[in-house]
Nanobody, 115 residues
Framework: QVQLVESGGGLVQPGGSLRLSCVAS????????MSWYRQAPGKERELVAS????????NYADSVKGRFTISRDNAKNTVYLQMNSLKPEDTAVYYC????????WGQGTQVTVSS
């Protein structure tokens, strides 16, 4: 079955960095665009970044452009989100997602940016 497993979240100070990973299984990973979403307390889930199946096309939310980088390793069935210059407003649960028959979500990983 389709599985998406995120890791790499944690507590980091403002200005710090984290790299999130999402390992996928149960579908042809290289054929699927992948995305990262996030949801902060009391807010709706929002798109952070997306990447095409081959990795040649990416897009980002305006709020993270220039600070976050999405990438993928199709040999490892893994998508990454490198987050630099983190701000308190980046605090959220981050989810990996793709579409296989329907929208699929991982369990999420908590990112907390605080001094």
């Amino acid at each position: 079955q389709v599985q998406l497993v995120e890791s790499g979240g944690g507590l980091v100070q403002p200005g710090g960095s984290l790299r999130l990973s999402c390992v996928a299984s149960g579908f042809t990973f290289s054929s699927n665009p992948m995305s990262w979403y996030r949801q902060a307390p009391g807010k709706e889930r929002e798109l952070v970044a997306s990447i095409s199946g081959a990795g040649g096309f990416t897009n980002y939310a305006d709020s993270v452009k220039g600070r976050f980088t999405i990438s993928r390793d199709n040999a490892k069935n893994t998508v990454y989100l490198q987050m630099n210059s983190l701000k308190p407003e980046d605090t959220a649960v981050y989810y990996c997602t793709t579409f296989v028959d329907r929208r699929r979500w991982g369990q999420g990983t908590q990112v907390t940016v605080s001094s």
